[in-house]
Structures are given as C-alpha cells and as structure tokens.
T-cell receptor, first 118, second 112 residues
Framework: DTGVSQNPRHKITKRGQNVTFRCDPI?????LYWYRQTLGQGPEFLTY????????KSRLLSDRFSAERPKGSFSTLEIQRTEQGDSAMYLC????????????????FGPGTRLTVL | KQEVTQIPAALSVPEGENLVLNCSFT??????LQWFRQDPGKGLTSLLL?????REQTSGRLNASLDKSSGRSTLYIAASQPGDSATYLC???????????FGTGTRLQVTL
C-alpha cells in the first residue's frame, strides 16, 4: 500500500496523559499536513511541513501540541496533558505539487487516528 | 477569513437518481477546490481537484464544476448507487496558504 499511513488507528487515554501519533506520507511527497476533525464537522487545519520545515501553524495548535518532521519523511504529533476537548480524529495528509503547476497541489489523506480522552 | 458552506447537510435518494451537491465559499481568491468522500469513521478519499483556472473536472460518474466569481462549486453524481453512500466534503485552498478549508459536508444515502 503506497498511501498515507497513520499509527495508531485508535488511542484511548486518560486526561492529563501525553500521546504521540505518527504519520508516514506517500513516498516522495514533500508536503505534510495535520488536521483535526470532530464529530459532524469538516477537518480543521493544524499545521503544515514542507520537507522538515514547519511553515504554518494554526491558532488551534496550543502550546500543548507539538509536531515534528525531523528528516522530511514521517511526522509525529504529540499532545501533552491531554484534555477531554482533545478527543477527535487526527488526520494526516501529504502532497507534491505538479512541476510547473504549483497551484495543482492535491492532498491525499490517511485513515486517521481517533483519540478518546477519558 | 475563508468560510465554506455545504448544502444540503443530508440527502437521501433512490438508487439510479442523478444528484447535485453544493458548495459555496466566501473568498473567491482560491488556488483550487477539492471534493472528498468520507466513509463513517474513515479518512478522506480525494475525488476531484479543480484548479482556479478551470470550469469543471470529470471522473467517471462524477462531474465537478467551479464558478470562482460567484464562490460556488457543484458535484454532480450520475446514476447514483448504494455504494455512493458517504459524506462528501468540499475544501478550498485560498491565496498563498497551503492549507485546505473544509465545509461541514453533505451526508448522502442512496437507497435500494
């Protein structure tokens, strides 16, 4: 399978615990995105990497959230001191703009990690 | 701030019917618009991407149109099948940002 993969698929944790999610993008995709989706809503942007550089962060990404992409390949999203409001589906996407067509930047999503904070 | 709205929120149609899903956005300075499908509890599957310079894109039974000046896109599904039952999301990439801004989706049910 050459699509975007995410691990774990499900995570149940107690309030106050730290959790870390991993995303493996499609091979050779240089852009990687994290989104969060709550029930009945569309995904909301969290952060974006181009190679290993984190270029954009949403105001939704409080200081309890940190994301890394150390070698420009896989990425991790860590949530410290989890709160019940962090319960959501965390989605990762990757893309690679077409040569000569920077506006053609189709994002491909992984299956998501569903976080439940008790 | 870009806002994306999808109407209707839910739709139920009998198998074989043609249908149209609507998406509107407030800021017309978009780079592109993507339509996605999401099955319950799953990730998103990209269906079509329309660049800002294009008017429509087709893939199989799906046809998406874009009217950037009026801030609207439609997804046309021909000859609907029960397997088309899912939530359909539209998302826009605005200005120089790389992120997508999503609507809340249209939940489609195709009945036998």
């Amino acid at each position: 399978d050459t699509g975007v993969s995410q691990n774990p698929r499900h995570k149940i944790t107690k309030r106050g615990q730290n959790v870390t999610f991993r995303c493996d993008p499609i091979s050779e995709h240089n852009r990687l995105y994290w989104y969060r989706q709550t029930l009945g809503q569309g995904p909301e942007f969290l952060t974006y990497f181009q190679n290993e550089a984190q270029l954009e962060k949403s105001r939704l990404l409080s200081d309890r959230f940190s994301a890394e992409r150390p070698k420009g390949s896989f990425s991790t999203l860590e949530i410290q001191r989890t709160e019940q409001g962090d319960s959501a589906m965390y989605l990762c996407a990757s893309s690679f703009p077409r040569t000569g067509e920077p506006s053609y930047n189709e994002q491909f999503f992984g299956p998501g990690t569903r976080l439940t904070v008790l | 701030k870009q806002e994306v709205t999808q109407i209707p929120a839910a739709l139920s149609v009998p198998e074989g019917e043609n249908l149209v899903l609507n998406c509107s956005f407030t800021d017309s300075a978009i780079y592109n618009l993507q339509w996605f499908r999401q099955d319950p509890g799953k990730g998103l599957t990209s269906l079509l991407l329309i660049q800002s310079s294009q008017r429509e894109q087709t893939s199989g039974r799906l046809n998406a149109s874009l009217d950037k000046s009026s801030g609207r896109s439609t997804l046309y599904i021909a000859a609907s099948q029960p397997g088309d039952s899912a939530t359909y999301l539209c998302a826009v990439r605005t200005g120089t940002a790389s992120k997508l801004t999503f609507g809340t989706g249209t939940r489609l049910q195709v009945t036998l």
